[in-house]
Nanobody, 129 residues
């Protein structure tokens, strides 16, 4: 059984940075595409970023492009989301998810069609002065 555990959330001031981690157990990481999603209270879940299993291509939502960076370390079975220049609109519970197979995700359309089979429990990100 594949399990994902997020960590790294917390409270940060506007303009600050956080690095989220997503540790995978029960399988090798390189068999999966990894996605990061977020959900704020009263809002729909939003796809934030992904990194492909096929060639490590990346996708970013317009709202985070240029500020967030996704990466993966297959040896450590961990994916990361580096979040810089955090804004008041970024607070949410951030979730990582895994999709099996050789997947290349580069657009929002592809991101929306991927079946994210495994999910973590989420980590809270709060941006406040």
């Amino acid at each position: 059984q594949v399990q994902l555990v997020e960590s790294g959330g917390g409270l940060v001031q506007p303009g600050g940075s956080l690095r989220l981690s997503c540790e995978v157990s029960g399988s090798t990481l390189n068999s999966y595409a990894i996605g990061w999603f977020r959900q704020a209270p009263g809002k729909a879940r939003e796809a934030v970023s992904s990194i492909s299993s096929l060639d490590e291509s990346t996708y970013y939502a317009d709202s985070v492009r240029g500020r967030f960076t996704i990466s993966r370390d297959n040896d450590k079975k961990t994916a990361y989301l580096e979040m810089n220049r955090l804004k008041p609109e970024d607070p949410a519970v951030y979730y990582c998810a895994a999709a099996p197979g050789r997947i290349r995700i580069t657009t929002a359309e592809i991101m929306a069609k991927v079946i994210w089979m495994f999910w973590g429990q989420g980590t809270q990100v709060t941006v406040s002065s």
